[in-house]
């Protein structure tokens, strides 16, 4: 149940943009997207709640496909600040799963 | 608005002792969760609480795992009795209403077993 996440790790020049995807074998309702930092809790980015929706902010966005039960998050531009593990988090229902991981490492 | 309190930040405890953590979300938040994360993995949900019942505890370990959730605020978790495996980040987050509301997590507790 729990989905997965691609790719598993990244390294990315400042100004570089990325994409991490996540997959579920089962149809989601919704799709959460968080990130966290070596040590501390994992923190909120954004959540998707209907079939092909896309949020944003800043220069973080996402999409959601359900027919597809796949989510993107997009990294635009990408800052020193945003390395760390991005985790994809999926309901079924009342259950909620985070996703495999992915490492995020920007260097100057 | 405070956020998610967690307590101890560290414990460190022998196989085969008991050890309990405890959990304040954030107020009026009706979904709790406990998650464990080893080093290098996503968190795994162990139990989550709608107010004051479990909506879902599949992943937790029932023969030395237990938590509850009095009055629908604050919540331990407790282990009894420890094994090594148990080596782990203990995560507490609460949202408003369910999967489908952003989660707060609190600063987690990091169990060491030796």
């Known amino acids: 149940q729990q989905p997965v996440q691609s790719p598993q790790a990244v390294i990315l020049r400042e100004g570089e943009d990325a994409v991490i995807n996540c997959s579920s074998s089962?149809?989601?309702?919704?799709v959460h997207w968080y990130r966290q930092k070596h040590g501390e809790a994992p923190i909120f980015l954004m959540i998707l709640l209907k079939g092909g929706e896309q949020k944003g902010h800043d220069k973080i966005s996402a999409s959601f496909n359900e027919k597809k039960q796949q989510s993107s998050l997009y990294l635009t531009a990408s800052q020193l600040s945003y390395s760390g593990t991005y985790f994809c988090g999926t309901s079924y229902g009342n259950q909620f799963y985070f996703g495999t991981g992915t490492s995020l490492t920007v260097i100057p | 608005e405070a956020g998610v309190a967690q307590s101890p930040r560290y414990k460190i405890i022998e196989k085969r002792q008991s050890v309990a953590f405890w959990c304040n979300p954030i107020s009026g938040h009706a979904t709790l969760y406990w998650y464990q994360q080893i080093l290098g993995q996503g968190p795994k949900l162990l139990i989550q609480?709608?107010?004051?019942?479990?909506?879902?505890d599949s992943q937790l370990p029932k023969d030395r795992f237990s938590a509850e959730r009095l009055k629908g605020v604050d919540s331990t978790l407790k282990i009894q009795p420890a094994k090594l495996e148990d080596s782990a980040v203990y995560l507490c987050a609460s949202s408003s209403n369910g999967p489908n509301t952003e989660a707060f997590f609190g600063q987690g507790t990091r169990l060491t077993v030796v």
């Open positions: 089962k149809a989601l309702y919704s």
């Open positions: 609480f709608q107010n004051n019942g479990v909506v879902d």
